[in-house]
């Protein structure tokens, strides 16, 4: 029996390699809208009067907002920025067949999160958006925060 993958080893196996700016966008929204849902779920488990669910009919919007609100230092508010960007590129994607200065503003949020990981000499051209969505997701899931200097 074959263990399921978790974690970054998930994103890493689920995000597409080589494939279309709207299938990486996709996949790695999903993949990151799964940390939120866990997240919420763990810090609901802690203390739930008003017996909320995180369930699949919870937008990604909402879970961003709900979990930004209960743990506002989890990341730094530039991570929180980031992803909310993301889930309007993404919606911007599944809401328009053309979208109008998707690619511009793909390019300024791979960018902006490139800069702030301090390893832009690291990053790949065409790996820039993979990467940004990993990064994403790695700060998301550790809760941690980088020191700007």
């Not at 879970?63 to 930004?68: C, E, I, Q, S, T």
Request: proline content about 3%.
């Amino acid at each position: 029996m074959q263990k399921e993958e978790t974690g970054l080893s998930r994103f890493l196996t689920l995000l597409p390699k080589d494939a279309d700016l709207d299938l990486v966008i996709l996949k790695g929204h999903l993949l990151i809208e799964e940390v939120l849902s866990d997240k919420l779920r763990e810090f609901l488990k802690l203390s739930n009067p008003l017996g909320i669910q995180v369930n699949e009919r919870m937008m990604f919007s909402e879970k961003l907002r709900f979990y930004w609100s209960l743990k506002p230092k989890a990341v730094e508010d530039r991570v929180w920025q980031s992803l909310k960007e993301l889930n309007q590129i993404r919606n911007a994607m599944a809401h328009s067949i053309e979208p109008k200065g998707i690619h511009e503003r793909v390019e300024k949020f791979s960018r902006e999160i490139i800069e702030y990981s301090k390893l832009e000499k690291m990053v790949v051209e065409e790996r820039k958006v993979g990467f940004s969505l990993a990064w994403l997701y790695i700060l998301l899931a550790t809760e941690i925060t980088i020191k700007q200097t």
